[in-house]
Structure formats: structure tokens, C-alpha cells
């Protein structure tokens, strides 16, 4: 199973460098797994990109638990502020970059920069 993800706009990169805290004035807090995003299918992709990780398999299994599509039973379910926001590099963990840390990845737990997360598009497919 996996989620769909948006198609990639081809949107000019530079707006998204108008937005301030693209990922903390979302949201993120609390949500389940469908989150209204209120800008960019680019960061859309990336926010399904993070949630379709391993380590919420049991977040996205609930979801459908909680649609009634299924009744298995799930291990404990891991929120994305769990995931994603309890990191100790407060920097970037890429090469020669000094910027703060925005997002810790899912899936390589790498931390990543604004920059790198969603202008470099890291994505995991
Ligand atoms: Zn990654
Ligand atoms: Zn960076």
C-alpha cells in the first residue's frame, strides 16, 4: 500500500522562498495522516513522502482502522512530532550546510534545512 502522491507542480521555485516556517505553520501537531496543507502539491509530496516511512506504517494502518477498511491490530503508533521534530542537530546534516534544522527525516534520519528538505525535494521513493 502506498500513499498517492501529488503530482509535482511545476512551480517556480523562487515562491517558496517567501514562506516563512513552511512546515511549523501547518499544522503538524495532533494531525493523523491527512493534513490540510495550505500551499505547494510540492511540499504536499514531501509531507506523504515523510508519513509513507516506515516508522508510521502503524499511523497510516490506524487511519484506515479508524475508516473501518480494516480490523487488524497495530502496535503503537508513532506521531510525525515524534518522528520528524525530536532531533538533537539543531543543523543541517548535509555537506557544508550551516542552516537550522527543519525536519528530521523518516527515513534516513538525516536532519534536513528548509533548503534541503523542500527546494533540494527530498523525497524517498
Ligand atoms: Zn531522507
Ligand atoms: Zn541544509
Known sequence: MGLDLHPIPSYPMGSFKKMS???????????????????GALVHSIIHNQLSAPPFENLIKNGFI?????????????????????????????????????????????????YHLIEDLHLHL
Open 66 to 114: 479508524q475508516a473501518r477498511i480494516t480490523n487488524e491490530t497495530i502496535g503503537q503508533i508513532e506521531k510525525p512530532k515524534d518522528i520528524c521534530f525530536k532531533f538533537y542537530d539543531l543543523y543541517c546534516s548535509s555537506q557544508d550546510c550551516d542552516e537550522r534544522t527543519l525536519l528530521k527525516c523518516a527515513w534516513c534520519k538525516n536532519t534536513l534545512c528548509y
Open 21 to 39: 516556517h513552511p512546515i511549523h505553520g501547518m499544522g503538524w501537531d495532533g494531525m493523523g495522516w491527512d493534513c490540510p496543507i495550505p500551499f
